[in-house]
């Protein structure tokens, strides 16, 4: 029986790939808007190499109220979003905040606007742990507070959710699932898809593979003085295909109607803290790969330390990221190597 139309904003980009792979597995009717400024029409090819299923595709910039129009009256029976169409680099928003605030913030406007007068049950927010800041103690619970964001990048995160729940409470006759990502990684076991930034990386986890790749000279680890065992920064890196699969049963969890709540929100993340320097011996473990990295100065604006406690989404997602991190790791090199293959990178 096929199921409904899921329309996924930001589709051909990292964490929207991966997640359209497990929608039309589900067997979701799959719709992507991108406006491939930071991703490539070339995901389509490696979605379909994976479900046998070409996902429909709009490429348009949601900023642009007549782009999201046309959109809903070309695929008129859309019944869920999944909107992950934003900037994402926190660096770049420093420079760039006008370009954060009306890319991030009108795209989400111009699809709540939409969503009423065309049926559509609900959205599922890409929201971010960088909503606690440096948060007070961890694991990180969703009752933490919400501290002042230290970019604009993360201030379009709070603010975004901000507009959901005022929306919604305003009466909006449709819901929202808010999902805060701890730090995605690694790629699709098949490696016809994963992470593939423009230019030189901002995030860990590819500069590493480049750097095992021989592309870059050697990874610099950011601080070695922070008050954490080894002195490098604390994160709770999540597999990217884990993270994919709770937005199918978030969406599941809208479209059959199985919360009263209007608006839910979870963290998405393992419950373990790794350090830089621990990440990196995971990956020299998993792949047998060196990673020729050097200890510099911290970077401005990083957290110290920050893991989730995913109890929350476990219990009541019945959803759990369970994939060890060897195996990530390897998938991430799995995916640099397909990318040389192929003469990408
Ligand atoms: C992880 C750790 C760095 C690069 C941000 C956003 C988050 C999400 C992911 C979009 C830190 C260290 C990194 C390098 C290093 N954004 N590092 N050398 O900053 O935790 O999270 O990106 O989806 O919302 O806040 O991720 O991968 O940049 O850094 O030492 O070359 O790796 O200092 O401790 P971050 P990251």
Redesign the pocket.
Known sequence: MKKDTILVTGGTGY?GSHTVVELQQAGYHVVIIDDLSNSNVDVLDGIERITGIRPDFVEGDCTDMAVVKDLFAKYPGIKGIINFAAS???GESMQKPILYYRNNLNTLMNLLDMMAEHGVKGIVFSS???VYGEPDENPVTEAAPIKKAT?P??NT?QISEEIITDVINAGAPFKSVILR?F??VGAHQSAEIGELPNGV?????P?VTQAAMGIRKE?????DDYDTPDG????DYINVVDLAKAHVIAVERMLEDKSEAKIEIFNLGTGVGLS?LELISAFERATGVKVPHKIVG??AG??EK?WANPAYANEVLGWKAETPIEDTMRSAWNWQCRLRERGIM
């Open positions: 964490i994402k680099a926190v971010s742990c960088t970019s990048y993360g995160k990502y730090n995605p990386p901002q995030n860990l986890i500069y990874l610099s680890v950011f601080g490098s920064c604390i994160r830089v911290r970077r990083d957290i920050v």
